[in-house]
């Protein structure tokens, strides 16, 4: 395999990546992206969130094909040091914080749930079961709406952060990688890529009606 072709196919992640990456300092909300294939000696986490009201830190390094620490850490931000745990059985693929309530949303892709757990105690609240592969998380404190990227339905699914109903869905047509929320504009921006084609896009989307413009960048 030439390395022509090598790039070839990740090159789309790369555009993403890079999409991400200019996305993040222009928002005046937060953006959240995918975790990366990491190897079996990674040594820094895969996905993290952080609560600054809480002050602790959720850190996932699980992911990958060591599956030794089967558990998601939890950091005191004051202290740095660790000051619980929470266990799993899969990795899972994105981690949101809802400063508002201490609580924090775990996604499985691979079991397509969603796992709400107790920041303060770190006890299981619910989980609930969202089809697609949910892989990226975008909680909105402010407008009680978690925006969940699936992967194979290459679509964002909108749900109420109180009771994990969905309350709208937006078709992208290419997978989602990156989320991001453009609060001046009230619009949602997700970073999509289609290895197929070799394109990686940026799409804009109102967050009222939930009708993405897409084309904004593509690469």
Do not use: C
């Not at 005191?76 to 619980?84: D, E, K």
């Not at 201490?102 to 770190?122: E, F, K, M, R």
């Not at 989602?176 to 001046?184: E, I, K, N, Q, T």
Request: no cysteine.
């Amino acid at each position: 395999m030439s390395w022509q072709t090598s790039y070839s196919r990740v090159r789309p992640l790369v555009h993403a990546a890079m999409l991400a990456a200019i996305l993040a300092p222009a928002l005046s909300g937060s953006t959240q992206a995918a975790p990366g294939v990491q190897g079996r000696n990674a040594s820094r986490p895969v996905i993290f969130a952080v609560d600054p009201v809480l002050g602790q830190a959720y850190l996932a390094s699980g992911v990958g094909d060591d599956r030794s620490d089967q558990s998601i850490s939890v950091m005191n931000l004051a202290s740095r040091r660790t000051v619980g745990s929470i266990p799993y059985t899969v990795p899972p693929s994105a981690i949101s914080v809802n400063p508002l309530t201490g609580l924090v949303y775990v996604a499985n892709s691979a079991l397509d749930t969603i796992t709400v757990i107790h920041g303060p105690t770190l006890g299981v609240v619910t989980t609930a079961r969202v089809s697609g592969g949910p892989q990226v998380l975008l909680l909105e404190p402010a407008s009680g709406k978690l925006f969940v990227a699936l992967k194979r339905e290459k679509a964002i699914r909108v749900l109420d952060v109180s009771t994990l109903s969905a309350v709208g869905s937006i078709d992208l047509g290419m997978e989602p990688v990156a989320l991001g929320s453009d609060r001046v504009r009230n619009r949602l921006l997700a970073a999509t890529i289609d290895p197929e084609a070799g394109q990686a896009s940026l799409v804009a989307i109102d967050n009222e009606r939930f009708v993405p413009n897409t084309g904004l960048i593509t690469r």
